[in-house]
């Protein structure tokens, strides 16, 4: 379309008189606009998510400094993700009980989530978007500073966390949303996925950035499975069609089955962490 | 509707390029968002213009490259394109491809008096 007169030329070969004429400095500026040969070009050449990418890079140096992994859980709303991580809280209650862990909740509204991770007893601090539809780097580093993970190991960025300290977790609770958060990199160590056997199996085939930037993806729910029509080996195979390294576990987070492969998971993983 | 987000960051990375430029006004704002980017090219033109009142960005055209999906197929032995990270090769219907171009969203130039 003509910057001009929108008649659908690129150039100045449009159906109107080429003369036209800004007036800055004048009130309102005219509702006419220049002629291609009176505009000047600026580059730009800007990553339009490189000011989230800079702060969520220094997010990672941050949680590196301190021993902290971080995980990302990413799902639609109801799929169990506060339900799962009150269950990881238990169960690393019994396995790991010296490893810190704390719990970053994102949602739009409401500390209903907080409120329910500090009763299962781990720090939480709740983050509310408003209308925002996702975290971004900038809240996530506002909440973990709040923290009391980012006391535990005080050796700031730059200084590699000494091995006499304890390891610690953090889990980021997105807000529940299968597309937008999948752009937002927080410093997470990794993105996990939780995908619940009542949303439907085809959920990777219509949510695809999603489970293409997981590392994980977590079947939530399946002490379900008897009363839906979700095919498990079908849905691993489409979220694998789009991100083959995809690993997957199967759980139940309200009944307990899976749970133990899941925290063998994340502890392998902080090992994983410990000796990069 | 993270588009809104996006367009809010796209206004801030112009708004910084007139402060150091000292223009007041964008005739043409080309943006690049390739296939697998995951926005929503009209969304973001309508938040785009929904918060350009006011602002430099008031009135400008928007042009916005799309360049398709880039992937390398194991199949094949090459380089498929693809517009959607569902897409299976579209030379032998292979899956998975590895995505390896059109992830961008970029602020390209601006056109200004």
């Not at chain 1, 993970?149 to 730059?158: E, F, Y």
């Not at chain 2, 964008?26 to 968002?33: G, H």
Request: glycine residues 8%; negative net charge; aromatic residues 4%.
């Amino acid at each position: 379309m003509c910057v001009v007169c929108g008649c659908g030329q690129v150039n100045e070969q449009h159906g109107t008189p080429a003369v036209v004429e800004l007036h800055y400095g004048q009130g309102v500026a005219s509702a006419s606009l220049p002629s291609l040969s009176a505009l000047r070009v600026v580059q730009i050449e800007a990553d339009v998510l490189g000011a989230n990418q800079k702060l969520a890079d220094r997010n990672r140096a941050h949680f590196a400094a301190h021993g902290v992994t971080a995980y990302n859980l990413l799902s639609s709303p109801g799929s169990g993700k506060t339900t799962l991580l009150c269950a990881t809280i238990a169960a690393l209650g019994q396995r790991a009980p010296q490893l810190p862990l704390a719990v970053i909740e994102g949602d739009q509204q409401t500390r209903l989530d907080a409120d329910r991770i500090q009763a299962a007893g781990a720090a939480a601090i709740q983050v509310n978007t408003g209308r925002g539809c996702h975290l971004d780097a900038q809240m996530v580093g506002d909440a973990f500073a709040r923290l009391d993970l980012h006391s535990h190991s005080h050796s700031h960025i730059g200084t590699p966390a000494a091995d006499h300290h304890p390891h610690a977790l953090l889990f980021i609770e997105n807000v529940g949303n299968l597309v937008c958060p999948a752009l937002w990199d927080l410093g997470e160590a990794a993105k996990v996925v939780i995908l619940s056997v009542t949303e439907g199996d085809d959920k990777p085939l219509k949510y695809p950035d999603m489970f293409a930037a997981a590392q994980l993806m977590v079947l939530n729910k399946i002490d379900l499975l008897p009363y839906v029509s979700f095919d498990v080996a079908r849905c691993i195979a489409w979220a694998r069609g789009i991100n083959p390294d995809l690993q997957v576990l199967q759980l139940s987070a309200t009944r307990g089955d899976g749970i133990e492969v899941w925290i063998d998971w994340l502890l392998q993983s902080i090992d994983e962490a410990r000796a990069a | 509707m993270h588009e809104l987000s996006l367009a809010a960051e796209i206004l801030r990375i112009v708004q910084d390029a007139a402060a150091r430029d000292g223009f007041r006004q964008v005739a043409l704002l080309r943006l690049e968002a390739g296939a697998l980017c995951g926005v929503e090219v009209d969304a973001l033109r309508f938040a785009l213009s929904a918060i350009a009142q006011g602002t430099c960005l008031a009135g400008a055209r928007i042009d916005i490259e799309q360049p398709p999906g880039r992937a390398w197929c194991i199949e094949c032995a090459a380089e498929v394109e693809i517009f959607s990270r569902a897409d299976p090769c579209p030379q032998c219907g292979a899956v998975p491809l590895r995505p390896c171009g059109g992830h961008a969203l970029r602020v390209l130039d601006l056109l200004v008096p």
